[in-house]
């Protein structure tokens, strides 16, 4: 396949497209990548040195790639954090084209808004742009818990609730949901949960809860439920494949006592995860 990515690029580490693009490039696929930012590090470390692009830019280096004839080629966008609704408006523009190029071709949206513990932490604005304009226009999301509930209006704190929620957030668009470090009332506490909802039914994984907290886990994880989601178009496949390899990932990490993801030295766990989650149909 050949997915097109929009997202935020760092020299050091992994984080945007610097996650995404590896994963989806070890599973055998092309990556045009589209950098919306060029940045040293992740913001996570409070300081950085780098540059934030404009919408005119990403209009302008799609248009280059239309030019040379491939966009009925691509399969797919993926898009994750937005700097600006300006930028947002650039990312469903590119949608537009490449569906209209290729009527097979799907948008994955990581709608980056915050997290539990953290609240909101992109720009004003933004928050809405996702709930509004991104969000329906997408085939597949990948919210975390906190996202999830702003998108559905409503707070989950139960399974049932989780499922209410993606029900809500299935009605304005999105035909598949993953729901990424979901915790309920009934998530031991030793645990954490992902969730996928689709046409096909729904889904939970539970893997162990690692101690580690690291940036642009949730950008890799995006892209390898999209793209195994592209390959065998089940929910169920997708979400075992994806959580396998992101465990498999964030526990090497943790093993190293690594600050960022090992996502080259720990890049068989793509392709040949060390420990496979079955997910249970709810």
């Not at 809500?168 to 996928?196: F, K, N």
């Not at 065998?232 to 498999?248: D, F, I, P, Q, V």
Request: hydrophobic share 45%; charged share 20%.
């Amino acid at each position: 396949m050949n997915i097109l990515s929009i997202q935020s690029w760092v020299a050091y580490g992994h984080v945007g497209n610097a996650s995404a693009m590896f994963p989806i490039q070890r599973l055998g696929h092309e990556v045009w990548g589209l950098h919306t930012v060029q940045f040293s590090n992740h913001t996570g470390y409070g300081a950085w040195r780098g540059e934030v692009f404009g919408a005119g830019l990403i209009r302008d280096l799609v248009g280059g790639i239309e030019e040379r004839g491939v966009l009925p080629r691509c399969d797919g966008v993926l898009s994750g954090y937005m700097g600006s609704a300006e930028i947002g408006d650039a990312i469903l523009d590119t949608v537009g084209r490449v569906k209209a190029a290729n009527s097979a071709a799907h948008y994955c949206c990581d709608p980056v808004i915050g997290d539990v513990g953290r609240g909101v932490f992109v720009r004003p604005g933004i928050p809405e742009f996702m709930r509004d304009r991104a969000v329906p226009a997408a085939d597949i999301i990948t919210p975390n818990q906190f996202e999830l509930d702003y998108l559905a209006g409503r707070e989950t704190t139960t399974l049932a609730e989780a499922l209410a929620a993606c029900d809500a957030v299935h009605a304005s668009g999105p035909r598949v949901i993953m729901v990424t470090s979901l915790h309920t009332e009934d998530t031991p506490a030793d645990s954490i949960d992902l969730l996928a909802s689709g046409p096909d039914g729904r889904y939970r994984v539970r893997t162990p809860k690692l101690d580690i907290s690291v940036n642009g886990a949730g950008d890799a994880i995006a892209a390898l439920f999209f793209v195994h989601w592209k390959a065998t178009h089940s929910t169920a496949e997708a979400l075992s494949k994806a959580a396998s390899s992101a465990y498999g990932l964030l526990a090497r990490t943790a093993a190293a006592g690594s600050r960022e993801i090992l996502t080259v030295a720990a890049q068989d766990e793509f392709v040949t995860p060390s420990r496979v989650f079955t997910p249970e149909k709810i």
